[in-house]
C-alpha cells in the first residue's frame, strides 16, 4: 500500500499513572474511559479520566478491596451505562460512574481470579437479555444475568476429571435476535470452544496448540461471520464462521506477527468490521484489513459437501507506541479511529488511526 494511503496511528496524549493497568474501556457515547487494575498495595483501581482539550483529566475514581483484571459496558443500556468488572478474588461487580462508593450488583463468581469479561444485550447489541459472560484460572466460564442475583444462568465446567484450564479470554456472538446468542472461550493450552446458550451445547472446537490470548467475533449483532483468534506464539487466525464443514471445521487463515511476540488483543473497528487492531508484547499496534474470496463457500471434492473458503489479511500499519507489552485496548464506539491503549509501562495513551474509511 502507499505509503501516504497507509492508516496512520498518531499519539493523542500519554498518562503515566500510579497503578498497573490491566484493562481499559471507552464510556459509550462520551468522551470519558475507564482503567483498571491493581495498587502496588494489592488493592483495586478504577479510574475515570475524560477528554479535555486534547488531555487526559482524571474525573473520578475508586480504589477497591481485591485488584481488578477486566471489565465491559457491554451488557448496560446507554441510559445508565454502567460498567461491569471481574476482580482478582473473583468477584463480579457492576459500578454506577456518578456513584461508585458501593456497587449496584455484586456477586462471588468464580473461586480463583476472573481473566476475562464480556458483555451483550446492553450497548451496540440491543436483541437478547442484558447478560455477562466471566472466564477464570478455576477453568469455568460463567454467564450472568444482572437482573437474577447470586445465581449463574449458564456454568461451562470441565468435564468430570478432566484438568482445569485456565479460561484466559471469553466474547459474545450471533446475538441477532432474542434467542441466538454464543459464547467463545479461549484456554491456556490452545483451546477454543464455543457454545450455543440457546440449546446449551458445546458448539465447535478446536486447538491452536499456543495459549489463546483474545477472541473475539466481527460483530457481536449478526449471525456469525468472522472470529478472530490471537495466542502467545505471535500468530492469529481469522475463522469464517458462515460455513462449517461436517469434518474439516471453518476455514481459517492464520498471520504471523512481524515482531515474534505474544498477540495480546484483538480489537475490531465498530464502524468497519473488516479492520482490526492487534496488540502484542514488543509494545506495538498492528492494523489489518480483511479481504474477502471471491466465492466463500464451495463444495468439497470428496464428499460433496459445502466448505467455506479463507480470505486474505492485509497488513495496512503498525507502530511500536510503548516500551512494554500492550495489554488492553479500545475503539470509541462513535468516533472512528479514537482509541484507547495501556501498557506494562503504566502509562494510558490515546491515539487516533486515520484513513480508515
Known amino acids: 500500500m502507499d505509503a501516504l494511503k497507509k492508516p496512520q496511528i498518531i499519539t493523542l496524549e500519554t498518562k503515566g499513572v500510579d497503578y498497573t493497568p490491566y484493562d481499559v474501556k471507552w ?17 483495586g483501581a478504577l479510574v475515570v479520566y475524560e477528554l479535555e482539550n486534547g488531555k487526559a ?31 482478582f478474588d473473583g468477584r463480579l461487580s457492576v459500578f454506577d460512574l456518578e456513584r461508585m462508593e458501593l456497587p449496584v450488583f455484586t456477586v462471588k463468581a468464580h473461586e480463583q481470579i476472573i481473566n476475562c469479561i464480556d458483555g451483550a444485550g446492553g450497548v451496540g447489541v440491543q436483541s437478547g437479555p442484558p447478560e455477562i459472560v466471566t472466564g477464570s484460572r478455576d477453568g469455568t466460564v460463567k454467564v450472568w444475568d444482572v437482573r437474577q442475583k ?44 464455543m457454545f450455543d446458550l440457546r440449546a446449551m451445547s458445546l458448539l465447535w472446537e478446536t486447538n491452536t496448540k499456543n495459549g489463546v490470548c483474545s477472541v473475539e467475533f466481527d460483530r ?66 498492528n492494523v489489518y484489513k480483511y479481504n474477502y474470496p471471491a466465492n466463500r463457500v464451495k463444495e468439497d471434492s470428496s464428499d460433496k459437501q459445502k466448505m467455506g ?19 488492553a485496548f479500545d475503539w470509541s464506539p462513535d468516533k472512528p479511529g479514537l482509541c484507547v491503549f495501556s501498557a ?6 490515546v491515539a487516533i488511526v486515520t484513513k480508515l474509511a
Not at 434467542?179 to 472461550?185: H, I, K, S, Y
Not at 479463507?310 to 497488513?315: D, H
Not at 506494562?344 to 495513551?349: G, H, K, L
Request: hydrophobic share 35%; with cysteine.
Open 220 to 285: 457481536k449483532d449478526i449471525q456469525m461471520n468472522k472470529l478472530v483468534v490471537t495466542s502467545v506464539e505471535s500468530s492469529f487466525q481469522v475463522y469464517d464462521m458462515r460455513t462449517r464443514h461436517p469434518k474439516h471445521g471453518y476455514a481459517n487463515v492464520s498471520q504471523k506477527n512481524r515482531d515474534n511476540t505474544t498477540v495480546w488483543t484483538v480489537r475490531h473497528l465498530p464502524q468497519n468490521r473488516d479492520i482490526f487492531i492487534t496488540s502484542s508484547g514488543s509494545g506495538a499496534l
Open 27 to 43: 464510556v459509550p457515547s462520551s468522551a470519558r474511559f475507564v482503567s483498571l487494575g491493581q495498587y502496588a498495595r494489592g488493592t
Open 309 to 327: 473458503v479463507a480470505g486474505t489479511v492485509e497488513l495496512l500499519n503498525n507502530a511500536t507506541l510503548a516500551e512494554q507489552p500492550i495489554s
Open 57 to 87: 483529566v482524571k474525573v473520578a475514581q475508586k480504589e477497591t478491596q481485591s485488584a481488578l483484571k477486566c471489565a465491559t459496558f457491554g451488557a448496560s443500556t446507554l441510559a445508565q451505562r454502567h460498567v461491569a468488572t471481574g476482580d
Open 150 to 193: 447470586d445465581k449463574a444462568v449458564a456454568v461451562i465446567s470441565p468435564a468430570e476429571g478432566e484438568k482445569p484450564r485456565d479460561a484466559w479470554t471469553v466474547a459474545f456472538g450471533n446475538s441477532y435476535n432474542n434467542e441466538e446468542r454464543v459464547v467463545c472461550a479461549g484456554y491456556e493450552n490452545g483451546d477454543v470452544k
Open 344 to 349: 506494562f509501562d503504566q502509562q494510558i495513551r
